[in-house]
C-alpha cells in the first residue's frame, strides 16, 4: 500500500516563502516521477512541477525562476521550495506519485494573501 503524506503549506504575504515536502512509503517501484500539482477553486488541477527518479525537472511557466522541487531518494521524499509567492500561487497542493499507477496525497492548502 503506497501513501504519500504531505506537509507544509499555510498562510503566507505576498512574496514570501514556503517549502512543501511529501514522503512517500510503501513498496515503491524505483522508477517513477513525483511533482506537485494545485489547484485553485473554480479551476482545474494543474502541474505545478515535477521530478523524475533520474532527476529531469519539469516546471509550469507561471512558476519557472520562483518555485524549485527537489527530491531526496533515500527516503522517497519530495520537496518543493516556493519564493516570491504570489496571491495567484494561492491553491490547494497536491503530491502526486507516477509509477504503473498514479497516487495522490490528500493535498495542503497555500494562501498567499496580505
Known amino acids: 500500500q503506497v501513501q504519500l503524506v504531505e506537509s507544509g503549506g499555510g498562510l503566507v504575504q505576498p512574496g514570501g516563502s514556503l517549502s512543501l515536502s511529501c514522503a512517500a512509503t510503501?513498496?515503491?517501484?524505483?522508477?517513477?516521477?513525483m511533482g506537485w500539482y494545485r489547484q485553485a477553486p473554480g479551476k482545474e488541477r494543474e502541474l505545478v512541477a515535477s521530478?523524475?527518479?533520474?532527476?529531469?525537472?519539469n516546471y509550469a511557466d507561471s512558476v519557472k525562476g520562483r518555485f524549485t522541487i527537489s527530491r531526496d531518494y533515500a527516503r522517497n521524499t519530495v520537496y518543493l521550495q516556493m519564493n516570491s509567492l504570489k496571491p495567484e500561487d494561492t491553491a490547494v497542493y497536491y503530491c502526486?506519485?507516477?509509477?504503473?499507477?498514479?497516487?495522490w496525497g490528500q493535498g495542503t492548502q497555500v494562501t498567499v494573501s496580505s
Open positions: 502526486k506519485l507516477q509509477t504503473a499507477y498514479t497516487y
Open positions: 510503501g513498496n515503491i517501484y524505483r522508477i517513477n516521477v
Open positions: 521530478i523524475s527518479s533520474g532527476g529531469s525537472t
